[in-house]
Structure formats: C-alpha cells, structure tokens
C-alpha cells in the first residue's frame, strides 16, 4: 500500500497534545492521570482494569460495525474520536464518535489519502471541536484480527500519541480487536462498552410534543364539533317549529277547507 500516507494529520486537531513523550516510545503507561479530567464511567457490564482502559462508547462501535458490514470486498477505515479521562483506577480513553474514511480502491490494504484527512478534519472541526483524533479503525475481511506490517507503519506514523489505539474489525468472522501503545508496540488488549447516552430522550420528549400537538387538535376538533351539533340541533328545532306552525295553521277559507282542516288536526 504505496499511498497510505500522502498527508499526516494536522497537528491543530490533536494540540494540544498532553501525553505525548518526544523521542521515546509510545506507551500507555507514561500518561499522567492529572492532566485528564475526571469523569466517572458507566459500564453495561466487564471490569475495568487498573491503569489505562479502552472504552468504546456502544453507538459508535454500532457505526463501525455497520460501516464494515457495509463493503465486505475491501478495506474500510476511519478515525475514532474521544477523549481521554481519569477516574480512581487511572486513565481511559473514552471513544465517543467515530469518522468514516474511504475503501480502499482496490482489495488490498486501506489507505488514509490526502482527501480522506481533508475530510476527516472538516469532519472534526464541524462537530467535534472539542474532541481529538484518539486512533484509527478499519476492517480485515475475513482474514482475522492482527496489524499489518502497513499497520503498525499507519499508527507509528499517525497516532503515535501514547493514547491514540487502533481497532480491527473482521465484518465477515465478527471478530475485533483493539490495539494500544506498550513499550512502542501496538498491542491487543481487552475493551468495555459504555451505553450510548440517553438518545431516547429527545424521540420521547418529541413524542410528547407531538402528543400535546395532536391534542391541541383534538380539542380544537372537540369544539368545532360540540357547535356543529347545536347548529343541526338549533336548525332541527326551527324546521320542528316551522313544521308544527303550518300543521296547526288556519283553516284555508271555505267551508271544504275547515273540514279538511278540521279532519286533519283532530284525526278524524
Ligand atoms: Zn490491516
């Protein structure tokens, strides 16, 4: 894969760059805990270890999984994004979101183009200002769950910040598999999910919304109705009126009209 690496990711999206250690190798262990805030995490289920943890968050494991599954001639890749926090067992790197890059062109390895981190940091600067690039994704077909020699050139290259990790997915076998920095390796290590954040909130209170909408209808439709039925009542009376009057009306004149009239208004 000749042109993985035609343009390295800005260096704005990831400064500041906490964590980073100059001319020694990435690992996860030399991340000091103080300079992450704090944050407690929320797990569905799993332990987390003592010391740096990866957490992916479930809707964005969803994506990933969806975005392989959705091409399984070739390579897919994109970035993951997130931030890094402290809680009482050390740091963890939450992955919150996660960047869709391209296929590759052909069947063979990803490639992170010049226009794919084009993409990538418009993608960053319109909605996650406040996150940063904390590794990258992409898929093996079918063919297991390890790093490339190509691989492990793509992380040292592009997300060698100690916290920066790298993820396989297998969309075919189902496997994945989540790499982080040890001693200037990229190495496999366990995962937790946490639960999306309430997203079913807002389609409730949409609901609910609409809800009070249709019962603003529905009581606008309750008073055109109730008035309806007093005007036919209304109208029904006057036409009973009209039709009682002419019944008992007077007798046309002549003595054949007052039999009649008589005959008509007595029942004889
Ligand atoms: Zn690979």
């Not at 592009?158 to 496997?175: K, R």
């Not at 609910?208 to 209304?234: G, H, I, T």
Request: net charge negative.
């Amino acid at each position: 894969m000749s042109d993985t690496t035609s343009e390295p990711p800005s260096t704005e999206t990831n400064s500041p760059t906490p964590g980073a250690s100059a001319g020694s190798l990435p690992d996860v262990s030399g991340i000091s805990v103080d300079e992450w805030p704090a944050r407690e995490l929320t797990l569905h289920s799993g332990t987390r270890s003592d010391g740096f943890q990866v957490v992916y968050r479930r809707d964005v494991l969803d994506s990933i999984h969806s975005h392989g599954q959705s091409n399984t001639k070739v390579e897919v890749c994109g970035v993951l994004v997130g931030r890094v926090y402290r809680d009482s067992a050390g740091t963890y790197l939450l992955v919150d979101a996660c960047i869709a890059g391209e296929a590759a062109s052909h069947a063979a390895n990803v490639t992170f183009t010049g226009a794919t981190w084009s993409k990538i940091h418009d993608e960053m600067d319109r909605l996650y200002p406040e996150e940063r690039i904390v590794g990258w994704y992409h898929t093996h077909p079918a063919f297991g769950i390890f790093l490339s020699e190509m691989d492990v050139f793509i992380q040292a290259n592009f997300f060698n910040l100690p916290w920066q990790v790298a993820m396989v997915y297998d969309p075919i076998g189902g496997d994945e598999g989540t790499f982080v920095w040890r001693n200037g390796m990229p190495t496999r290590e366990p995962v937790l999910c946490e639960p999306a954040p309430p997203a079913t909130e807002e389609p409730t209170s949409l609901k609910a919304d609409e809800f009070a909408a249709l019962e603003d209808r529905l009581s606008v439709f309750d008073r055109v109705f109730v008035v309806m039925l007093m005007l036919f009542v209304a109208i029904l009376l006057v036409l009973l009126i009209i039709y009682e009057l002419r019944s008992t009306a007077p007798p046309p004149p002549g003595p054949v009209g007052w039999l009649q009239w008589s005959a008509t208004a007595h029942g004889t």
